[in-house]
């Protein structure tokens, strides 16, 4: 996996040792993913936080992203900022097999993994839709969200 962009200071709305992804709330794809997320992350390593949420402008801003202008999902862990198919590979790494395999493509070059994933996340309302408005969806635990 390719090495995490660094800050310095402490991310905004987590305690140290948490995990956090940033996710866009309107998008079908990404809520799907994040419903996969609650659904196999079951040691609850992630917390979550819609970009266009108040934790999720200040999480995407600390990382050095506008909230305005998002197209990929982040993660924010003890190693860094990890975006697009870095971030995805490492929170799948989080969850138990058999879905912790799929980690393993992160061996194919980072140009080609992130072109494929830049084609889907440029498209993905064209593909698969977006909301009218941020969806809520249900935590497993009271802290899954990041409010």
Request: charged share 20%; hydrophobic share 40%; glycine share 6%.
């Amino acid at each position: 996996m390719s090495e995490p962009t660094q800050n310095t200071s402490p991310p905004p709305y987590l305690h140290a040792g948490e995990k956090a992804v940033i996710y866009d709330g309107v998008c079908k794809l990404c809520n799907g993913w994040v419903n996969f997320l609650i659904r196999h992350d079951r040691q609850h390593k992630v917390r979550l936080a819609p970009v266009q949420s108040e934790a999720g402008k200040a999480l995407s801003l600390w990382a050095g992203m506008s909230p305005e202008n998002v197209n990929t999902i982040v993660l924010i862990d003890d190693k860094g900022i990890y975006k697009r198919s870095d971030a995805i590979f490492r929170v799948m790494s989080f969850l138990p097999q058999p879905w912790r395999a799929v980690s393993v493509l992160h061996v194919f070059p980072r140009r080609f993994r992130d072109g494929c994933y830049n084609l889907i996340a440029l498209n993905r309302y064209k593909i698969f839709g977006k909301y009218d408005s941020v969806k809520t969806l249900q935590a497993d635990h009271s802290q899954r969200f990041i409010e």
